[in-house]
DNA sequence: AAGGTCAGGCAGGCGGCGTT
DNA sequence: AACGCCGCCTGCCTGACCTT
């Protein structure tokens, strides 16, 4: 059973396990369009860096920032005209990153000269709901368009055969991976998405995903070959099975997702988004997949 | 032979939707 | 609004197959 403080990688206890830095804004970030992002972060957090970021201000507020990359460095660079603008930054600004899951996404926090956060600017239109900035603008009713379509799968049912309510630390858990899961769903993208919250069957054996997505975006039926990216730089290939018993749907992925699982260290609770962003042929696809943890 | 993985299947709960 | 049907999803089991 997972501890509620301590994951069983023997991080540290403390909740704010994400991979953080700071940045101060200097005139040359503002005269340049670009702001580098730290060395000592790339070389350590290089998975956490796709070919483009997603900044997230406290009030939601998204935005896309394209990288660019030369000579082992790497920028925020389209885009981050139009952020340092709408935030009005200045030279002096604090600018911390707190990295929140897979596809590069960063929770983005600004501070002033005088040391006090700025009041981020609300949007009447934003209703709560992430809004996507810098390049890419959806619209807040995640109607994406025609041929995008986004599945979730969550919500574990109570155990039917195993019996017996949950333990208290199985409720701690079920609370962090829902803020897990929550912030998963929060993920928009013009490609058709799943949302996944990893179960211990799925950690253990087989990855199970929504029948209908499958036959829809992949294959209708038999086995069909995915890969699975966590950066652009690395995949991992796996099967996935699809067919119709009783007529009900199902779709399970294996051979290669025991790995991917264990050296991304997904675990129980965690949420992953499945991004198709390749259609590769009849019977294979390749996704992106962010994983945020629990 | 033993252990692990894959494939097929079962039972049961939840939720959407149509009907009354 | 209440009820029932049905599709979908889940945990779990079992047997076949593969690897060591």
């Given at each position: 059973?997972?501890?509620?403080?301590?994951?069983?990688?023997?991080?540290?206890?403390?909740?704010?396990?994400?991979?953080?830095?700071?940045?101060?804004v200097l005139d040359k970030a503002l005269r340049d369009g670009r702001?580098?992002?730290?060395?000592?972060?790339?070389?350590?957090?290089?998975?956490?860096?796709?070919?483009?970021?997603?900044?997230?201000?406290?009030?939601?507020?998204?935005?896309?920032?394209?990288?660019?990359?030369?000579?082992?460095?790497?920028?925020?660079?389209?885009?981050?005209?139009?952020?340092?603008?709408?935030?009005?930054?200045?030279?002096?600004?604090?600018?911390?990153?707190?990295?929140?899951?897979?596809?590069?996404?960063?929770?983005?926090?600004?501070?002033?000269?005088?040391?006090?956060?700025?009041?981020?600017?609300?949007?009447?239109?934003?209703?709560?709901?992430?809004?996507?900035?810098?390049?890419?603008?959806?619209?807040?009713?995640?109607?994406?368009?025609?041929?995008?379509?986004?599945?979730?799968?969550?919500?574990?049912?109570?155990?039917?055969?195993?019996?017996?309510?949950?333990?208290?630390?199985?409720?701690?858990?079920?609370?962090?991976?829902?803020?897990?899961?929550?912030?998963?769903?929060?993920?928009?993208?013009?490609?058709?998405?799943?949302?996944?919250?990893?179960?211990?069957?799925?950690?253990?054996?087989?990855?199970?995903?929504?029948?209908?997505?499958?036959?829809?975006?992949?294959?209708?039926?038999?086995?069909?070959?995915?890969?699975?990216?966590?950066?652009?730089?690395?995949?991992?290939?796996?099967?996935?099975?699809?067919?119709?018993?009783?007529?009900?749907?199902?779709?399970?992925?294996?051979?290669?997702?025991?790995?991917?699982?264990?050296?991304?260290?997904?675990?129980?609770?965690?949420?992953?988004?499945?991004?198709?962003?390749?259609?590769?042929?009849?019977?294979?696809?390749?996704?992106?997949?962010?994983?945020?943890?629990?």
């Amino acid at each position: 059973m997972a501890s509620l403080s301590r994951r069983d990688d023997g991080d540290s206890p403390l909740p704010a396990k994400a991979p953080t830095f700071f940045k101060i804004v200097l005139d040359k970030a503002l005269r340049d369009g670009r702001l580098e992002i730290p060395p000592a972060f790339v070389m350590k957090n290089e998975d956490c860096l796709a070919d483009s970021v997603f900044l997230k201000d406290p009030t939601g507020r998204v935005w896309r920032i394209e990288l660019t990359r030369r000579c082992g460095k790497v920028w925020l660079q389209k885009g981050w005209s139009e952020f340092a603008k709408f935030y009005s930054l200045n030279h002096g600004y604090l600018l911390v990153f707190s990295h929140e899951g897979g596809f590069s996404h960063f929770l983005v926090r600004i501070f002033q000269r005088n040391t006090l956060e700025i009041d981020y600017p609300i949007s009447s239109s934003h209703d709560g709901v992430p809004m996507l900035c810098g390049g890419i603008q959806l619209p807040k009713n995640e109607e994406h368009g025609d041929n995008v379509s986004v599945k979730i799968l969550d919500s574990p049912r109570p155990k039917t055969r195993s019996g017996g309510g949950m333990h208290t630390d199985e409720e701690k858990t079920t609370r962090l991976s829902d803020r897990a899961f929550s912030r998963a769903v929060s993920f928009k993208s013009s490609n058709p998405f799943l949302v996944v919250k990893m179960q211990p069957s799925y950690i253990a054996s087989q990855l199970r995903l929504s029948g209908s997505f499958v036959r829809r975006h992949i294959c209708a039926r038999g086995v069909c070959d995915m890969n699975l990216e966590i950066s652009s730089r690395r995949s991992w290939p796996v099967k996935c099975r699809v067919g119709v018993y009783r007529r009900k749907q199902y779709a399970r992925v294996y051979d290669g997702w025991k790995a991917f699982a264990r050296e991304n260290r997904v675990k129980v609770g965690d949420a992953c988004v499945f991004e198709l962003i390749n259609k590769g042929g009849t019977r294979s696809a390749t996704f992106k997949v962010g994983v945020y943890r629990a």
